[in-house]
C-alpha cells in the first residue's frame, strides 16, 4: 500500500510499504477513506518529538472502512464506517476503567523508553514515535487498529467524512481543553493558539457556557475564522499586541482570564525577538526541549486562583517556568493526551444535532500522494491553511 | 565493612586527599617526606592531586552504582604513587623514614582497593533482579495462572517450554544468547493465592532461585506481584556483560516479563507494535523496526 512516511526533518514521502494485518485478536484492519494531517504532527516534522524514525508512517487522525478484524472483535461488522480515536487504549486496565484511556498501560509496547524519559509511560499513539508505541500511522491506504472492540466508533450515513473526522483527535482534544476549565457562567476563557485545536476549544468553551472566549495567534486570518465561525468574542493578534498579559487584563477589568487554554504547545511563537531567540536557540541546541511562550503567557495571565489547562503538545523538559506564580496564585495545571474515547459518543451526539459542524477547520483537500505538499502548505501556512485533509 | 561502605569510604579518601595535593602540593610533598621542588609540585598536584579528585567524582557521583572501572584506575594509581615514592627514595631529596611511611599507606589503600574492585565485579556476577507490578484482576486468578507454569511461555519472551515432573519439579527450557539453556527446578516454598518460591537444581545451565508474591493492592487496585530473583549466570561476569549486550540483562527481561504478565491478563494479548512486533523487549527498545507494517512471513 501508499504511505506518508518520515525521512528525516522537513521531510515526508509517500512510499510503498507492506500492507497491514491482523496481528492480534483483538486488531482490525481499516480501509482508510480520509486522514488529516495535525498541528502535532508537525512537532514530528520538525523533528522535535524524540525517537522519531526514518521510515515510520505517521498519521494519527484516520477514518474509513473496516475491512478485516480478529477472532476477539465482536462489536465491528466488516464493511462499518469507523472514526478511530487517536490514543490506542485497552479497556481493561485501571486507568482505561476510569476513562483515562490515553494512560492505558497495556497498549504502549515501548513503555520503557516512556518511562526513561517522564518517569511513568503513556498509551500507545498511532504514527507518533516510538516513545509512544512504535505503532505504524494512519495517513496510508489502510491501518491495523489494536483494540479495535474499545477504540473505533461506529458513523451511520448521512454524515460527511470532514464533519467526522474531528473526533479522531481535534475536536475531543479541544473540548477536554475547555472542560478542564470547569467553566461556570460568566467566566472569561482565553485560548492561546487559533489552530485547529484552539478553534475547537473556543467553540467547545462557548457550548459549555463561557460568556467571553478570547483567541490568541498571530495570523489575521485564523483570529477570523476563531471570531466568524467557532464564536469568539474577541482575539489579540500579539504580533500588534505583544504584551498579551497586559492586553487581556484590560480586557478583565484587571483580574485576567478565569481559565486560560494552552492550544499552542511546544513550538510557540513570541512577538519579541530576543525572547524568541533565547528559547529557540536552546531548543534547537536541544538544552531544552520546548519553546513554552503560550504557557508562560497563560501561567502569567491566569486570574487568581485560576485554571491553566495544556492540550498543546510538550515532549519534555521547558526552562524559565514561572512556579512561583502558579504557587503564590493559586493556579491550577490541568493536562493531558485526550482521552478520546471517552468523549466520541457525546461529540458524535452534539455533531448529529447540529449543535457544533467542526468541519469548519477543514481548509484543503489533497490527495495521500500530495502528503509531503501537505504538510509544506501546512507548516508555513501558506494559502490560508488551517486544517489538511488526505484521501487515499 | 560492607561493600558499599568500603567503596565510598575510598571515595571520601580520594577527596580528602586530593584537594590538599592539588592546592597546597608543596606541603605535602614534605608531609610524605619529599622535598618541594617544581616537577615535584606538578607531579603531585596533577598526577596525584587531579587523579584523586577524579577517583572520587568517579565513586561518590559519575559511577555510584557500579564503579567497577574507577576502583580499577585507583588501583593503577597506587601502582603510581608506589613508584614515585620509590624513585624519590632512590635520590637525595627524600626523608626516607618519611617516604617509607607513605609507601606502606599507598600499599595498604591498594590492598583496599583490590578488595572493592573484586567486591563489585563478583557482585555483578550474583545478579539479583527485582520488580513488581499491578494487575487490574482478583488475587486468585492472577495467582492460578502463574502456578500452572505451562502458561509462562506465554509471557516470558524467551522461555520455549516448561515440563512439569513429579515430585513438584519441572523441566525449563529457553532461548540464550547463543543456543538455549535447560535447567530443572523444585519448589521450596508455596502458599496457595500468595507466594511460590523456587531453586534451580544442582548442575542448571542457569542457577538461580527466586520467588512470587501477589498481594492485595490497596483499595480494590487489583493484584501486586512482586519478582526476586537470584541469579548465578552462566560464564560469571562475562556470560552478564555478554548478556547485557544483547539486551537481555535479567532485570530488564524480568521487568519485560511482568509487563507482558499484565496484558496476558487484562487484555488477553500481548501489545504488538510495528517498532516492537514481539511487544516489550528491552532488546528491542534498542533496535526499533520503523513503524511500518511487517511483512508477511517476516521474523
Known amino acids: ?392 | 565493612m560492607t561493600d558499599e561502605r568500603l567503596t565510598s569510604a575510598l571515595g571520601w579518601a580520594s577527596l580528602g586527599l586530593g584537594v590538599p595535593q592539588l592546592l597546597a602540593p608543596d606541603r605535602f610533598a614534605r608531609a610524605v617526606g619529599v622535598r618541594p621542588g617544581a616537577r615535584t609540585r606538578v607531579i603531585t598536584a596533577v598526577a596525584c592531586g587531579a587523579r584523586e579528585l577524579a577517583a572520587g567524582a568517579g565513586i561518590l557521583a559519575l559511577e555510584r552504582r557500579r564503579p567497577l572501572r574507577t576502583l580499577r584506575a585507583r588501583v593503577a594509581g597506587d601502582l603510581l604513587d608506589l613508584a614515585l615514592l620509590g624513585a624519590a627514595l632512590g635520590t637525595r631529596r627524600a626523608d626516607p623514614r618519611r617516604a617509607g611511611a607513605a609507601m606502606a599507606a599507598v600499599a595498604g589503600v591498594a590492598a583496599a582497593d583490590v578488595v572493592a574492585a573484586r567486591r563489585v565485579s563478583r557482585a555483578d556476577a550474583n545478579l539479583r533482579a527485582r520488580a513488581a507490578v499491578t494487575i487490574r484482576r482478583p488475587r486468585a486468578d492472577v495467582y492460578a495462572f502463574w502456578r500452572d507454569f505451562a502458561n509462562l511461555p506465554a509471557f516470558m519472551l524467551h522461555l520455549e517450554s516448561v515440563k512439569l515432573a513429579r515430585n513438584g519439579r519441572s523441566h525449563w527450557k529457553a532461548r540464550a544468547p547463543i543456543g538455549t539453556v535447560e535447567w530443572d527446578a523444585e519448589i521450596v516454598d508455596e502458599r496457595p493465592g500468595e507466594l511460590i518460591a523456587w531453586r534451580s537444581l544442582h548442575g542448571s545451565d542457569v542457577e538461580h532461585e527466586g520467588s512470587v508474591c501477589f498481594r492485595e493492592a490497596p483499595g480494590d487496585r487489583g493484584t501486586e506481584v512482586h519478582v526476586e530473583l537470584r541469579y548465578a549466570a552462566r560464564g560469571g561476569s562475562a556470560g552478564v556483560a555478554l548478556s547485557k549486550l544483547t539486551g537481555e540483562e535479567p532485570r530488564q527481561q524480568l521487568n519485560d516479563d511482568l509487563r507482558r504478565f499484565k496484558q496476558v491478563m487484562e487484555t488477553g494479548e500481548v501489545a504488538r507494535s510495528e517498532g516492537s512486533p514481539e511487544g516489550h523487549s528491552a532488546r528491542r527498545q534498542l533496535k526499533q523496526r520503523p513503524a511500518q507494517p511487517v511483512e508477511v512471513g517476516a521474523p
Open chain 1, 1 to 392: 500500500m501508499r504511505a506518508t512516511v518520515y525521512s528525516g526533518r522537513n521531510r515526508v514521502q509517500v512510499e510503498q510499504v507492506p500492507d497491514p494485518r491482523i496481528v492480534n485478536p483483538r486488531d482490525a484492519v481499516v480501509r482508510i477513506t480520509s486522514t488529516a494531517i495535525c498541528g502535532s504532527d508537525l512537532h514530528l516534522y520538525d523533528g522535535y518529538i524524540p525517537t522519531t524514525k526514518r521510515g515510520d508512517v505517521l498519521g494519527h487522525e484516520f477514518m474509513g472502512e473496516v475491512v478485516e478484524k480478529g477472532s476477539e472483535v465482536a462489536n465491528l461488522q466488516l464493511g462499518d464506517r469507523v472514526v478511530v480515536p487517536f490514543p490506542i487504549a485497552c479497556g481493561n486496565c485501571t486507568p482505561c476503567q476510569r476513562e483515562l484511556y490515553s494512560l492505558c498501560e497495556n497498549s504502549n509496547p515501548n513503555a520503557a523508553m516512556a518511562e526513561k524519559l517522564w518517569g511513568h509511560a503513556a498509551c500507545g499513539i498511532y504514527g507518533y514515535s516510538h516513545l509512544m508505541g512504535g505503532y505504524a500511522g494512519g495517513q496510508a491506504e489502510y491501518a491495523r487498529v489494536p483494540f479495535a472492540d474499545v477504540g473505533p466508533i461506529k458513523i451511520e450515513d448521512g454524515l460527511a467524512d470532514e464533519q467526522v473526522l474531528p473526533l479522531a483527535d481535534v475536536f475531543p482534544t479541544g473540548y477536554m481543553g475547555a472542560e478542564n476549565c470547569e467553566i461556570e457562567p460568566g467566566d472569561t476563557i482565553a485560548v492561546w493558539g487559533a489552530g485547529p485545536v484552539g478553534q475547537l476549544a473556543v467553540a467547545s468553551a462557548r457550548l459549555l457556557g463561557a460568556e467571553r472566549v478570547i483567541a490568541i495567534d498571530r495570523f489575521g486570518y485564523r483570529l477570523r475564522m476563531a471570531l466568524e465561525r467557532a464564536g469568539a468574542t474577541d482575539v489579540i493578534d500579539y504580533e500588534e499586541q505583544p504584551d498579551v498579559v497586559a492586553a487581556l487584563k484590560e480586557m478583565t477589568g484587571g483580574r485576567g482570564p478565569d481559565a486560560c487554554i494552552d492550544a499552542a504547545g511546544m513550538e510557540a511563537h513570541h512577538a519579541r525577538l530576543p525572547v524568541h531567540a533565547y528559547d529557540r536557540v536552546k531548543q534547537a541546541a536541544r538544552l531544552e526541549t520546548e519553546r513554552p511562550h503560550a504557557l508562560r503567557e497563560a501561567i502569567m495571565a491566569c486570574r487568581n486562583g485560576g485554571i491553566v489547562s495544556v492540550v498543546g503538545v510538550y515532549g519534555g523538559v521547558v526552562d524559565k517556568f514561572p512556579m512561583g506564580s502558579v504557587m503564590n496564585r493559586s493556579l491550577t495545571i490541568k493536562s493531558g493526551q485526550t482521552h478520546v474515547q471517552r468523549y466520541l459518543r457525546p461529540l458524535l451526539e452534539r455533531i448529529e444535532r447540529g449543535d457544533v459542524d467542526p468541519s469548519f477547520v477543514f481548509t484543503h483537500t489533497m490527495s495521500l500522494d500530495d502528503a509531503p505538499q501537505g504538510y509544506e502548505t501546512f507548516k508555513h501556512k501558506r494559502d490560508e491553511c488551517m486544517k489538511v485533509v488526505l484521501k487515499p
